[in-house]
């Protein structure tokens, strides 16, 4: 094994620890929501309000099996996405979410709708984490950077059985064609 590999999976398995640590969004996510709600002029408080418990209460929960988020005080709100049911992973960032140096990560699953199942906000290092779901999404990777064993590549004789079978499946339906064309 080369230096330069070595180095890649230490700052992958970095990378993943990092990921596999993240709990909470970054500081910074709050900040957006005061903008977001000075918008509102006259109506900021209110607007900031449930933004401000929704920043305290939002959790997030990144492990083998796939990725959680909750919120919420009086109305909680979980979701629980699978790495295998994820479809598609985009990076969202606006004009204030580049200038604070954060991202929304968006998760989408095949449910049928056209919105992000689950949205990831307040990430700081919104790359690494969607390189990670992208690995565990495709299913390259387990827990702990470990590769999946793969298929064994077919041998020879096998094909040949395949290809048999397949003509030989043809052949009878080439014949019930023809016994339906005289049929008929």
Not at 30 to 37: A, H, Q, T
Not at 70 to 78: K, V
Not at 86 to 98: A, K, P
Request: zero cysteines; charged letters at 30%; proline letters at 3%.
């Amino acid at each position: 094994m080369t230096t330069g590999s070595g180095d890649e999976q230490a700052t992958r398995a970095a990378a993943e620890r990092e990921v596999l640590a993240l709990e909470r969004p970054a500081p910074a996510l709050l900040g957006l929501y005061f903008i977001r709600s000075l918008a509102a002029l006259f109506l900021a408080p209110f607007v900031f309000v449930p933004l401000f418990f929704r920043y305290h209460t939002l959790r997030y929960r990144i492990d083998e099996e796939g990725v959680s988020a909750s919120w919420g005080i009086l109305f909680r709100r979980e979701i629980h996405l699978t790495y295998k049911r994820l479809q598609d992973i985009h990076v969202r960032r606006n004009l204030i979410e580049r200038w604070l140096g954060i991202a929304t990560v968006e998760l989408q699953t095949a449910s049928g709708s056209q919105e992000a199942e689950l949205a990831i906000e307040g990430v700081a290092d919104h790359e690494a984490l969607r390189d990670f779901l992208y690995r565990r999404m495709r299913g390259l990777e387990q827990a702990g950077g470990e590769r999946k064993p793969q298929a064994a590549p077919a041998d020879e004789a096998s094909t040949e059985r395949v290809v048999a079978l397949l003509e030989a499946i043809r052949a009878d339906l080439d014949s019930v064609r023809s016994a339906l064309e005289r049929g008929s």
